[in-house]
């Protein structure tokens, strides 16, 4: 009943990005395993099974989540050492044949904060202890900057019988502790779009604001991108200037309880900064594979937010990323598109018109670029995760 198990995925974060991760996972476990027999697991605060309607292969599929507590995670892990008094978690691993996890994307690191990893480290424990085969789904791995996390971490992925990284500075991370492993593109390229019955105008260039370097409300990127916002805005009005119609995309973000680093609430401020016929907002509440719709109707999309540059390449649209992490250049090459990712940290005042001018020369070569990531996504989709 629980033979393929998938863990550290989500279904309904306010950030699209983990939610699509978790929807081109499911699709590709199933399609790989050609079976259905995928048990998603979630840990949050209340016990509870949610079911999702996921859009797969062209209608809405039922999917259930099952919720666990950090104290149910604590017993299970204690009930598969012991072989004793097992809870209901500690029976679907002892049941599942692989355990998939995906971590977030980035959270099998010590850069979040050791309790993090930690956490992290102990739901990787889970198929050790129970003696299952521990598979890491295409992620950011490392980097570890703690004894503990060194330690942890470098057990933890010893123990996995297979692991697959997204980027080259977790390859070269693996590789220098001599751990097998294969380079990926993230998950979230085999999300399908869902249609939406909103017409998005033609010659449209599509940004996503990112309200974390908006705001700079994150403690370590304070004071590294003060000039994001104009950044922003000058590259609205070159849009506008060359007779582009702009569509705001914001790409985490909570309609109904903006956070201090919400996608939407920055892009509201800048669109109504400006109150121009021809600049169009996403201001309503779209699911991840509904955004990536709105996104694939962009003739090019420049993206803050790595998972919407993910959804704009994987729609072989031209993109270029405002970098504000080295996850960018891995997941662009992956698509043979590296040299469109653009570092945004510490850029001066001055330095700002020649670097629009640099991000829009894009525009030359847009055949050319669209070309490459057709044949790009059609080489991905041919490849397995296991057996390629």
């Not at 694939?296 to 420049?302: I, L, N």
């Amino acid at each position: 009943m629980f033979e393929n198990v998938l863990v550290g995925v989500s279904f309904s974060s306010d950030n699209r990005g983990v939610n699509a991760l978790g929807i081109g996972a499911l699709i590709r476990l199933k399609q790989n395993n050609q079976s259905n027999d995928v048990t998603v697991i979630n840990f949050s605060k209340e016990e509870k099974i949610v079911e999702h309607d996921i859009w797969m292969h062209g209608s809405y599929k039922k999917v259930k989540v099952y919720h666990f507590s950090s104290k149910t995670l604590l017993k299970a892990l204690s009930a598969l050492w012991f072989n004793r008094f097992p809870n209901k978690l500690a029976l679907i691993i002892k049941q599942a044949k692989t355990i998939y996890t995906v971590n977030e994307g980035d959270s099998f690191s010590d850069i979040y904060g050791l309790k993090r990893l930690l956490f992290w480290c102990f739901i990787a424990m889970l198929p050790i202890i129970g003696k299952k085969r521990l598979v890491f789904l295409p992620q950011t791995i490392g980097p570890f900057n703690t004894f503990i996390g060194k330690m942890m971490s470098k057990y933890i992925l010893k123990s996995a019988q297979v692991i697959y990284v997204r980027d080259e500075q977790g390859k070269k991370y693996l590789e220098e502790g001599s751990i097998s492993h294969t380079l990926s593109c993230d998950m979230a390229v085999f999300m399908p779009p869902k249609k939406v019955l909103i017409e998005v105008p033609e010659k449209c260039v599509g940004i996503n604001i990112n309200g974390l370097l908006y705001y700079e409300s994150y403690g370590i990127i304070q004071g590294r991108y003060s000039h994001y916002k104009k950044i922003i805005v000058d590259l609205i009005h070159e849009a506008l200037k060359n007779n582009y119609k702009v569509l705001l995309v914001p790409h985490t973000y909570n309609v109904n309880s903006p956070g201090n680093e919400d996608d939407l609430k920055a892009t509201r401020e800048i669109y109504d900064s400006l109150r121009h016929p021809d600049v169009l907002i996403i201001d309503s509440d779209y699911d991840a594979q509904e955004l990536k719709y709105f996104i694939s109707k962009c003739e090019v999309f420049y993206g803050s937010r790595m998972h919407s540059c993910i959804a704009a390449l994987s729609s072989t649209v031209p993109t270029v990323g405002l970098a504000y992490s080295y996850k960018f250049t891995g997941t662009f090459g992956l698509f043979n598109q590296s040299q469109w990712v653009f570092d945004i940290e510490n850029i001066t005042e001055a330095e700002i018109p020649a670097f629009i001018i640099k991000i829009t020369r894009i525009f030359d070569d847009l055949q050319n670029i669209k070309k490459e990531l057709i044949d790009m996504k059609s080489e991905m989709e041919k490849k397995y995760l296991e057996g390629k």
